[in-house]
């Protein structure tokens, strides 16, 4: 069984957050950008020209993102290292498994977090059984993000979290 780190490798990813996400010019942005155009501080490389600096140069936003592992999960578990960057064509799948691999990632992180509460064994049979939902057998594919995008995991997942809301008195706390 195949479990993805939850931890974000850049080096092993394609900058997809630099391109897929939209950011709002505020305090955590200096610029505006849609979604899906590469940020302009983007260098030829794929890496980011002020990655040094971003808090600085008005990037904060930039410095507290987590994609939780989910960018290089796509690039190399999906896509076998390749990227948009050189083959544009593969910019909108990409994108599309990025944005369902990151609500993937974020369930998994969650339910981790709920396996260090003191479960009952019918929670814990339950924790493991929704973690399962989300490493399948032979890895993760397109078409299976897609399913279960439409499918119901992600609504089982938050169902089972409020359940154990009377064991931290409201709030699920992430790892
Ligand atoms: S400022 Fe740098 S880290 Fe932030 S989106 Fe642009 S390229 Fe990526």
């Known amino acids: 069984m195949f479990q993805p ?3 974000a ?4 990813c394609a900058a997809l957050c630099c391109a897929h996400h939209a950011f709002d010019s505020s305090e955590q942005f200096a610029i505006d950008k849609p ?4 940020c302009p501080n983007l260098n ?3 890496r980011c020209n002020i990655h040094a600096s971003l808090a600085e140069r008005g990037f904060s936003g930039c410095v507290s993102y987590d994609c ?3 960018g290089q999960h796509v690039v190399q578990g999906l896509f076998g290292g390749r ?3 050189h083959e544009p064509a593969l910019k909108e799948t990409m ?6 691999m990151r609500s993937v990632h974020e369930n998994l992180q969650l339910l981790h977090a709920a396996r260090r509460l003191a479960l009952s064994d019918a929670e814990a049979a339950r924790c493991a059984e929704l973690e399962l939902a989300h490493m399948p057998q032979d890895g993760w594919t397109l078409a299976r993000l897609r399913e279960f995008e439409r499918g119901p995991v992600s609504a089982s ?3 089972f979290l409020r359940s154990l809301r009377y064991k931290l008195g409201g709030t699920v706390r992430p790892a």
């Open 5 to 7: 780190s939850l931890t």
């Open 9 to 12: 490798d850049c080096g092993q």
């Open 35 to 38: 979604a899906g155009v590469p």
């Open 44 to 46: 030829g490389r794929g």
């Open 68 to 70: 939780l592992g989910a």
């Open 83 to 85: 990227s948009w960057q």
């Open 95 to 100: 994108f599309e498994a990025f944005r369902i």
């Open 157 to 159: 997942v938050r169902a």
